[in-house]
């Protein structure tokens, strides 16, 4: 008799007011689960249904609730007495009071934060912005809270990953950009977009906009009116399902500092953010610190009753229009702070493979401060003797190496980590013949033997489930053939070959993490 499937339970609102960020990244990673084979329900307050992301997705269940934060943890108790394996809390109105109180249903809680400014009593914790480190949090989560911070774990729909090589390629183009995105958030309460309709009205440039918005932006109609008498094409896009293929198509954008950035960074899509509410500050100074947008903050954009000063905006985009090499670059650095796979990331924290002795095994990116750690194992001999180039990098050679992978958006540099220790290194290099990934991995030698190579192996295809993946191995590297071997790749010529979807390069461990 099949097992029942596990079930997640995700609290997040949307009104017009707060917007639908919250209540779409849940439904991000609810896509995911559901596809991977649990019951998803996604839980608001009333009257927050009109505001919720739509087309609504037929395999996540919507509940309302009073939205009384005292007795929810009751109300929910009483509606699952069976208890959720996951309990997922996406909501500046719920902290650690809530999340303790639904402890005895919840057997495991990831909380969604991006300000830092309360307590959790949760089990993982994910804050997408770029500037965040592990003190953040360090007096606000319970001692062996995981941490999951940075936008390569934000969840994403699937459609944007597989969008972004075709997008990617497209940035790179040197044309004159002839498409304008405006989306300030699935509601624009502040009504920011038809202040920019004007803008752009009065600067004359030959650009088709193309406006994002949901249903129930409160100002939906005025931005339609707008859009009508515009002096240029202007299209008005409505709680569209394909907003992957909007912003592939666009050369530039204009847009709100929240949820949607991540969206447009996945794209490479060169942007100006205009930041007008508190929450969206954290985001934006992580776009503006990597380069990946020009950041124009509200008080510098809005005059005290509220109004568009022309002046900062209009210079910004005329001098974005007029550079393509810095919308080239700015597209690069976008590229580099999020891929669009950060659900799969988020389900393979939540079913970790383990190594040998039961240690569980994740991937993380790497970051700047794993450049020593790699040199010196890069340099040990036991390692050394593996790699297709014998003699060991000088340190500059090393950090130029190891610099150009960061910021190489076609490449997933992943650091292996056992436990709560590095342990390897996981690279996978995209742009091969159609479309394979290049597998490379080294295992520290002190952690030789313990299984953690297969591990890794097994996450990455969890990662990339429908890329082929390909590896290269030295004819002496015994230990490398018969690791990629029990990993279910075949020989083909010089590779070794996991195409996506192919059973067989499903090894048991991966089986198992996803039962």
Known sequence: MPAEPRLAIFRADATAAIGAGHAARCLSLARALAAAGWRCVLVSGRGASDALPSPWPAAIAAVQLNGDALAEAGELAARWPEGADLLVTDHYGRDAVFERSCRPWARR?????????????????????????????????????????????????????ALRRTALVRRQKNDRPRRLLLSFGATDPTNITSAVLDILARADWRLAVDILL?????????VRAKAAMAPFPASLHVAIEDVAGLLCKADVALGAGGGGAWERCCLGLPSIVI??????????????????????????VLDGAGNFSDGRLIDALHNLLEDGMARREMARAAACLCDGLGAGRLIAALDPPAAHDGVAIRLRPAAAGDADRLLAWQRDARTRRHFRVPEAPSADEHRAWFDGRLGDPDCLFNIIMHGHEPAGVLRLESGMEGGAYEVSIYVAPERWRLGIG??????????????????????????????????????????????????????????????
């Open 454 to 515: 297969g591990a890794a192996l097994a996450l990455a295809r969890r990662l990339l489930p429908e890329a082929e993946l390909r590896a290269e191995v030295l004819a002496g590297n015994q230990a490398s053939h018969a690791l990629f071997a029990a990993a279910g790749y075949r020989p083909e010529g010089k590779w070794y070959l996991s195409r996506g979807g192919d059973e067989a390069a499903f090894p048991g461990i991966l089986k198992k993490a996803v039962r």
């Open 214 to 222: 949901g249903g129930a932006a409160p100002h939906l109609e005025a």
């Open 109 to 161: 809680i990831l909380a969604f934060d991006d300000l830092a400014d309360r307590r959790h009593d949760c089990d993982m914790l994910l804050d997408p912005a770029a500037c965040r480190g592990d003190d953040d949090y360090a007096a606000l989560v319970p001692k062996g809270c995981m941490q999951l911070l940075g936008p390569a774990y934000l969840p994403l729909r699937s459609s944007f990953a």
């Open 275 to 300: 930041c007008s509410a508190e929450n969206q500050h954290a985001v934006a100074e992580s776009l503006r610190g990597a380069g990946a947008a020009i950041v124009l903050d509200g008080a510098g």
